[in-house]
């Protein structure tokens, strides 16, 4: 699977992005979708998950309530909706494809393959 991730940009405090990830390749609705984010100077952290249904979403508690993930298999794409976005959210937002189990949903060990990021500057 090619992931190519898309949408980033420079907002103000309270602002929102819509964020975009095309996959190609292997059958994108069998895999369940995440994104991550990574912050200069941190590790890469996790955001969102969505299940390959669509039926299923997991949330970091630092977004919970201000970020939505979605998808549609039809277009074999994956969204992250950013709302009231914080300074805090600064970071190069990744998309992710693989079939983690529970326990790995919030792990990078959880994927299998990478988009190459799109950055998301918040200004306050």
């Known amino acids: 699977v090619q992931l190519q991730a898309s949408g980033g940009g420079l907002v103000q405090a309270g602002g929102y992005l819509r964020l975009s990830c095309a996959a190609s390749g292997r059958t994108f609705s069998v895999y369940g979708m995440g994104w991550f984010r990574q912050a200069p100077g941190k590790e890469r952290e996790f955001v969102a998950y969505i299940h390959w249904s669509g039926g299923s979403t997991n949330y970091a508690d630092s977004v919970k309530g201000r970020f939505t993930i979605s998808r549609d298999n039809a277009k074999n794409t994956v969204y992250l909706q950013l709302n009231s976005l914080k300074p805090e959210d600064t970071a190069i937002y990744y998309c992710?494809?693989?079939?983690?189990?529970?326990?790995?949903?919030?792990?990078?060990?959880?994927?299998?393959?990478w988009g190459q990021g799109t950055l998301v500057t918040v200004s306050s």
């Open positions: 992710a494809a693989g079939r983690p189990t529970y326990g790995t949903i919030w792990s990078i060990s959880g994927y299998d393959y």
